[in-house]
């Protein structure tokens, strides 16, 4: 099913990797991690993706790299849950805003715009961060989820304040480290990667370029959309999509920049599973980690999703969870099988539709969890399926 998307020209590449247990049950690369240049032309010797490429994992950011923060910083007893954040962002202690509480924003119901374009207004990561401060909210204060980038982007800067550290450094030292992992990083190119290790990306940033140019699309800005103009006329790889991301946080955000591989996706999925034990050794609490793994009132953990509807991942057992990118990332973690499935493509790659938007991946994950499901339900184990049909 994946390779019959890439034989389709709807995803140029794509890694999965289903694991139970300790047994790696299916581990597969498929197509090309380049396959288009800038012109939309198809290269002459395109990149070949293999099984230990990095993506852009986009807000996969927010729950392998902030969420885990936010965790360690809980575990730690620096940071509660039910803190007020204006206690380390003081612009916050005013009027709704100062009921907002790390709660508020780990479960999308701070009542934040899901989205503004901060680079019309910032170049730097404090003036973004001013930006942000100043807007005023969109919803009352918990009375919703609407899943927003500036929450998490806010929980970045309080991880920031908190430890003294920048988030990817805290991340590197507390979590990445211990780990051994070695291929996830913020702005890979500046640490140590090359663009041949990289599945590309977009062809410059034309998506949230239609998000502001077009009132049609289905996005409000505020934004004069010629006052800006400093959009990136190349292939991405190996610079984060995100425009807010990339331009005022200098790849560095809560809410998307980090790059992984499947593999040592992997190992993060392992250390909620094995209740936050790695190598015999306590990362984090198992009482945090279930807590965070517990659904809200919406039905959504902190920070991970566990509303199947969401993650294209009807049918699993209650208390599974998960997440998407953007860029054509997602995880399903089902605990009760302790089973996961990795399924990273750079969708982006080979452009956008007619109607503006990317290949709409929900089908094919929903496909690729019904297929490894279905081989557990028969057998009692995954049995090795057979996705890349």
């Known amino acids: 099913m994946v390779q019959l998307q890439v034989d389709l020209n709807n995803i ?9 247990g300790d047994s790696v049950l299916h581990f597969n690369a498929y197509g090309y991690a380049k396959k288009l240049d800038y012109d939309m032309e198809r290269m002459e ?6 099984t230990g490429e990095l993506f852009d994992i986009a807000s996969l950011t927010k729950v392998c790299a902030t969420t885990f923060g936010v965790m360690l910083l809980v575990d730690e007893g620096v940071v509660g849950l039910e803190d007020p954040i204006h206690r380390w962002l003081p612009e916050f202690d005013t009027g709704e805003k ?3 509480t790390i709660r508020h924003l780990l479960t999308h119901s701070a009542g934040l715009y899901q989205w503004v374009p901060t680079y019309y207004h910032a170049s730097t990561a404090s003036e973004q961060y001013q930006y942000i401060a100043g807007l005023p909210l969109k919803y009352l204060v918990g009375e919703g989820r609407h899943y927003s980038d500036l929450g998490f ?3 970045g800067e309080i991880i920031h304040r908190v430890s003294g550290k920048p988030l990817d450094e805290y991340l590197h030292k507390h979590l990445y480290k211990p780990l051994g992992l070695k291929q996830t990083t913020f702005n890979p190119l500046r640490n140590g990667f090359i663009k041949d290790q990289i599945a590309a990306t977009s062809h410059g940033n034309p998506f949230e370029k239609q998000m502001i140019y077009d009132d049609n699309f289905g996005y409000t800005v505020n934004e004069e959309p010629d006052s800006w103009d400093d959009w990136r006329r190349y292939t991405l790889q190996g610079e984060v999509n995100d425009g807010n991301a990339w331009y005022g946080a200098k790849g560095v955000a809560g809410h998307a920049g980090l790059f992984s591989s499947a593999s040592d996706l992997q190992m993060l999925i392992n250390l909620l599973l094995d209740k936050g034990q790695f190598e015999g050794e306590q990362l984090i609490s198992e009482a945090v980690i279930d807590t ?3 659904k809200d009132r919406f039905g959504n ?5 566990m509303d199947p509807a969401v993650f294209s991942a009807e049918g699993v057992p209650e208390g599974s969870f998960g997440h998407t990118g953007f860029t054509g990332t997602s995880i399903v973690v089902v605990p009760e099988y302790d089973l996961s499935i990795i399924l990273l493509t750079n969708r982006q790659n080979v452009g956008r539709r007619e109607n503006g938007y990317y290949f709409d991946l929900g089908p094919l994950r929903q496909a690729v969890v019904d297929e490894v499901l279905g081989r557990f339900l028969e057998h009692g184990t995954v049995n090795r399926p057979s996705i890349g049909s």
């Open 12 to 20: 140029p590449g794509a890694v999965v990797r289903v694991q139970q």
């Open 45 to 50: 010797v395109p990149q070949t993706m293999t």
């Open 98 to 100: 100062s009921r907002i």
């Open 292 to 294: 965070f793994l517990t």
């Open 301 to 305: 953990g902190l920070g991970w999703v």
């Open 153 to 155: 982007m806010l929980l």
